[in-house]
């Protein structure tokens, strides 16, 4: 597929065409919720109704649970050879490739995120994940130990059972694709729960799924209301463990449900408040700056990992501000999600652009200065412009707080003491970056930031080798890695006497 020849009217033709998957997946049928409500989803930018979903509530999700505990013991998918579900999960993956267009407007036309960011991020990054994990099938097992002669003694590696998996709606697509790989390929039974805001790519999912020709009751998508549909998979007794990506409040929610309930393992990518650490002695400002324009404006700063505290150091600030206005003044299009030009699309909900709104207020009121954006830039539609604050403090809210939305703040700094103290003075840890030429400060800075991932003169890389969570409250999971398969896992000893 060559997307970039892709016109705006072409997007819009083919969302004419689209035809929506609004119930649940539940042991391979498509059924309505068993109260026969529904809820709406919302297209951001035009705030036309898309569809009316199947809204879940704990009796859905039960009857999903034990249609997925069945299939579990059945053995389909937990006792197939690891190669069979290996092709299973290499054919999923294709077939996503094959979809990338309907797969690139359901996201679209749910949250309003830019098409061509699902063209070139949301879609490959999903088959790169799904692929990766497929390979995994048959190279991570259990081991043999050495023993006394008297004694075998091995180390199995078993599935955990039915895995609830719970994702945002920042990411629709790529969040459940990262989660699923490592979670099927292991052989566990799935319910998935895609967030109520954007839960229309998800149910395409769960019809690959079959067919790629993964059983029936494997792979079952739920759709419905976090407060219902999600706490009842948190508090369900036959769940073995949650997968979550998603707010650092719900993600406490959670835990605390598993206390409640049947202590079943939680694992939570959460928020972040992501430091990029600019120092004057760094030689390439125009990369800096442009890595620090699109790690907070990019995905309309609805990223866990969004850029949105930035430190520069005092030398450079006034030119770095300088240059960071024209970036974003040329390339930071804001528009239809359909246009392939629109860099900016709408905010996933009205109730997020105004939160937006109202930290652009408290920012103003706490002293900072509104350097760029502050409006709405469209008159319709759930838009927010890029907007930058300078002079700002880290004790401010607009510094401490997770705002989501396309709001960087600017903090000046002197030393590199001051600036990891600033870095560090969050309750979030997922990543950070530092730009410099120094040697030592950037393996300082790589040891000392208290975060999951640093970056040193470079933002948002990475691949299959690197790991994905978070330290502090950004959460406990670690997706997109070898590690994560020992997250949908469990380890037993077979202790036998050959005396
Ligand atoms: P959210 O926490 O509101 O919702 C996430 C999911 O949890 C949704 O499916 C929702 O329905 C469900 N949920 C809500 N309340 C629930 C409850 N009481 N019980 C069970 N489930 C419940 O988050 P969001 O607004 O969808 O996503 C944005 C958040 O996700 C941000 O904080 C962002 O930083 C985070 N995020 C983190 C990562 C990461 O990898 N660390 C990636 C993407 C997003």
Redesign the pocket.
Known sequence: MNAASFTKSFWHDEAKKLEFRTKHLINGEWVDSEDGTTFDTINPATGETIAKVASGKAADIDKAVKNARETFKSGVWSMLAPRERLAVIERFSALIEENAVEFALLDCLDMGKPVMDMINIDIPESVKNLKFFAETADKVHGSLTATDPSVVHYILRQPLGVVGL??????PLM?AA?KLGPALITGNSVVL?????APLSCALLGDLFLKAGGPAGVLNVVQ????E??????LHPDVDKIG????????K??MT?AGQSNMKRVT?????KTPQIVFADYDNLDKAVTSAVYGIYGNMG?????GSRILVQRPIYDEFIKRFSELTASNMVVGDPLDPDTTIGPL?TVE?QERVLEYIEIGKKEGATLALGGGRGLNSGCYVEPTLFTDVTNSMRVAQE?I?GPVGTVIPFDTAEEALEIANDSLYG?AAAVWTNDLKTAHRFGRDLESGFVWVNTFDIGDMTSI???YKQ??N?R?TCIEALSQYTQTKSVWMDMA
């Open positions: 719970i994702t945002p709606w920042n990411y969040m990262w729960k895609p967030a109520e805001q419905g209301l976090g407060e549909a999600g706490k009842a998979i948190g979550f990506t998603g707010s650092t409040e719900v993600g929610l959670l449900y939570t990518e959460c928020g972040g609805e990223m866990c990992n969004a996933v997020q997770e989501f997922l994905w969570g978070g950004s959460g999971g997706d």
